[in-house]
């Protein structure tokens, strides 16, 4: 087991645009297996590769948490291919701790991606329909990859009032 160091705002690897990955080698296995580690030692519901300091297109999920499964999933390239409808809830990152806000996503989305199973390194082609709190947590690790902060999707002033009142209240985090 290896937990990684999780990236915070600030760490410039949060803003790049994920790079496509096409093979699945044992670096991408490994960094699969150690971000699902991190994941669960932050107790978090998803985690993208850019917050371990890889800009790459790979997530992994915590279904069981989620509630829509029993395993982590880990999925590359995903795309966002058809969104539906609007919800309002509270959202969190583990790259903004301790930061949480309510954020208006789509309440349905369906998402295009490679599944991995690090059992047997099999990858398969998905179509992912994902509701409610699913939905939420694969469109936040995909905004991840592109570079996105939840953050970025409230409007300035609320932003900015949200972000001072956390860097006061988290001097540890900053630089
Ligand atoms: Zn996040």
């Known amino acids: 087991m290896s937990v990684l160091h999780i990236r915070i705002i600030g760490d410039p690897v949060l803003r790049e645009k994920g790079e496509v990955v096409e093979e699945i080698d044992d ?6 297996k150690d971000m699902i580690d991190t994941m669960h030692n932050a107790n ?3 985690l993208a590769a850019h ?5 790459k297109r790979l997530i992994v999920l915590n ?5 829509v499964g029993k395993k982590d999933m880990v999925l590359i390239n995903p795309e966002v291919v058809y969104s539906e409808g609007s919800d309002i809830s509270e ?9 949480y806000t309510k954020l208006e996503r789509p309440y349905y989305i369906e998402v295009e991606a490679e599944e ?7 990858r398969k082609k998905v179509r992912i329909k994902a509701e409610d709190l699913y939905a939420r947590a694969l469109l936040h690790e995909i905004d991840h990859i592109n570079g996105i902060l939840f953050i970025d999707r409230l409007d300035d002033m609320k932003r900015r009032i949200l972000l001072a009142k956390w860097r006061r209240e988290h001097p540890e985090y900053s630089k």
Do not use: F
């Open 44 to 46: 978090g519901l998803g």
């Open 27 to 32: 670096n991408i296995l490994q960094l699969a």
């Open 91 to 99: 959202e969190g990152c583990l790259s903004i701790p301790g930061l």
């Open 63 to 67: 279904l069981k948490d989620i509630g």
């Open 116 to 122: 991995i199973k690090l059992s047997n390194k099999k």
């Open 51 to 55: 917050q371990v300091g890889v800009a």
